[in-house]
Nanobody, 120 residues
Framework: QVQLVESGGGLVQAGGSLRVSCAAS????????TAWFRQAPGKDREFVATINWSSINTYYADFVKGRFTISRDNAKNTVHLQMNSLKPEDTAVYYC?????????????WGQGIQVTVSS
C-alpha cells in the first residue's frame, strides 16, 4: 500500500510558476509509473502528465506541453510537477497518482489533491 501526499500548491499570478510535489510512502514506489491529474470546478478530472519508473519516458496532455515538466526522485519517493507560464485556466485541484498504466493513463492510487489557483 502506498500513500500519496501532495504539497506546494497555492495562489500565483498568471504567467508565474509553481511546483507541486508528491511524497509517497512504501518501498515499491520506484517500480511503477506516476502521474498528475487535475480537476477544475464543474469539470471532470483530466490527465496532465505521467512519468515512468525510470524517468526515461514522459507524456503530457497537449494543453501543458512546453509549460509543465514532470520529474521524480526514486531515492526520495517523490514526484514533482513544475508549472511555468501558468494561465487562469490551469486553476484546479491537482492530484498525484501512482501505479499507472501508459496511454491511456489509468492509476490505482491517488493523493487527496492540492489546490492551485492562478489569478488573472
Amino acid at each position: 500500500q502506498v500513500q500519496l501526499v501532495e504539497s506546494g500548491g497555492g495562489l500565483v499570478q498568471a504567467g508565474g510558476s509553481l511546483r507541486v510535489s508528491c511524497a509517497a510512502s512504501g518501498r515499491t514506489f520506484s517500480m511503477y509509473s506516476t502521474a498528475w491529474f487535475r480537476q477544475a470546478p464543474g469539470k471532470d478530472r483530466e490527465f496532465v502528465a505521467t512519468i515512468n519508473w525510470s524517468s526515461i519516458n514522459t507524456y503530457y496532455a497537449d494543453f501543458v506541453k512546453g509549460r509543465f515538466t514532470i520529474s521524480r526522485d526514486n531515492a526520495k519517493n517523490t514526484v514533482h510537477l513544475q508549472m511555468n507560464s501558468l494561465k487562469p485556466e490551469d486553476t484546479a485541484v491537482y492530484y498525484c497518482a501512482w501505479r499507472c498504466t501508459y496511454r491511456p493513463v489509468n492509476c490505482d492510487y491517488w493523493g487527496q489533491g492540492i489546490q492551485v489557483t492562478v489569478s488573472s
